[in-house]
């Protein structure tokens, strides 16, 4: 019997594709549940903006109040 056509290798081939699937899919899900940690949030976005520049004008406060209190979808 050729090495090549044992079961054995088969079976071993067999688990070595089952294997690169699982960490495919399992590399798949971390990155889809990690790019939550990417999401921007606005009002500490805009606190950091209105206490790191000191001269904004009214305006301009005014207009980050207006985009803090707004609700963006996820």
Do not use: G, W
């Amino acid at each position: 019997m050729e090495p090549s056509e044992h079961p054995l290798k088969k079976a071993k081939d067999r688990m070595l594709a089952y294997s690169k699937r699982v960490a495919s899919a399992v590399a798949e899900h971390e990155l889809s549940t990690s790019s939550r940690a990417l999401s921007v949030d606005i009002s500490a976005a805009n606190r950091f903006i209105e206490h790191a520049v000191p001269d904004l004008s009214a305006e301009q406060k005014r207009q980050l109040k207006q985009v803090q209190c707004q609700k963006r979808p996820l």
